[in-house]
């Protein structure tokens, strides 16, 4: 199943997508579930898919503004240098446990959307990745049993600031400017994904390939990510797990590469689909 946040008559909702056709769930589901985050929350996504089945589609994709996966998420928790590869190519050393930042939500847009580049810098980067939704809340996650916490999967466009970022050792700045990253274009659900199924992920900047990788060439697996994070914080149904990028970032080409106003950049993830963005150049 495929499920989407979206604008409708500006009014926040969400919805089951079926090709190009759409089901607003807002009015099917009432104030049980008022959002796509509460829905997985409280466990409805099979009793919306079911709901679902006698209404008829009211919306088309094709024409619909979306919202980030998850507009409202408590944490967004991304996993860097989790490629050999990417580890290899910044030539930083290989830990024993993952790296660690967070992003705030405005610095995300949904799929469609253009992606900003601020006038503070001409170096905004691409990342592919692959984005984890939790479904189920807990604290210290066994590996074994992350599974059972993931609600879905969707793509990620952790779109990096790259000189801010490195202005210090830590990456917080270069990682949040507004409007910088892409999610979306919606959340497959985890029955449609099996655990430890193989996922392949392609970064292309206007139709030309520039990252390849399958969630076999991790270092940190999910389920090592899922353990480790939830042992020093609650995860939280709606909350975010950014898994990493491949190796070949624009930063670290010869010659290097950063996105430009009017550029197109997709991540497509084979078994969820395609997230596509423009870059626009920011107006002050």
């Not at 997508?17 to 985050?37: C, E, F, R, S, T």
């Not at 967004?76 to 446990?97: A, K, M, P, Q």
């Not at 980067?125 to 479904?135: F, L, P, Q, R």
């Not at 029955?191 to 193989?198: A, F, L, T």
């Amino acid at each position: 199943m495929k499920l989407i946040s979206f604008l409708n008559a500006g009014q926040a909702s969400y919805g089951i997508v079926n090709g190009d056709d759409v089901i607003d769930l807002m009015p099917i589901m009432g104030a049980q579930a008022p959002d796509l985050k509460t829905l997985i929350a409280k466990n409805l996504q099979g009793a919306a898919a079911q709901a679902a089945q006698t209404a008829k589609p009211s919306l088309k994709f094709s024409q619909l503004t979306l919202l980030p996966v998850i507009p409202n998420p408590g944490k967004i928790i991304c996993v860097g240098l989790n490629y050999t590869e990417h580890v290899r190519e910044t030539g930083r050393d290989f830990t024993e446990s993952p790296a660690l930042f967070v992003r705030f939500p405005e610095s995300q847009v949904a799929h469609g959307q253009d992606i900003i580049r601020p006038p503070e810098s001409v170096r905004l980067d691409y990342e592919g990745e692959i984005a984890v939704v939790i479904g189920k809340g807990g604290r210290r996650i066994s590996e074994a049993d992350s599974w059972n916490h993931i609600a879905g999967y969707s793509c990620y466009n952790d779109g990096s600031i790259r000189d801010y970022q490195n202005h210090t050792t830590q990456w917080t700045a270069g990682k949040n400017f507004n409007q910088t990253g892409g999610f979306g274009p919606w959340l497959v659900t985890s029955d449609d994904i099996k655990p430890n199924q193989v996922l392949t992920l392609t970064t292309r900047l206007n139709g030309v390939e520039l990252q390849r990788a399958t969630t076999e060439m991790m270092i940190f697996s999910i389920p090592r990510q899922i353990a480790y994070i939830s042992t020093f914080t609650d995860l939280n149904p709606g909350d975010v797990i950014v898994t990493g990028t491949p190796g070949g970032v624009g930063n670290k080409r010869t010659p290097q590469l950063f996105m430009k106003h009017g550029d197109v950049v997709e991540i497509e993830i084979d078994a969820v689909g395609i997230l596509r963005n423009g870059i626009r150049d920011e107006k002050i």
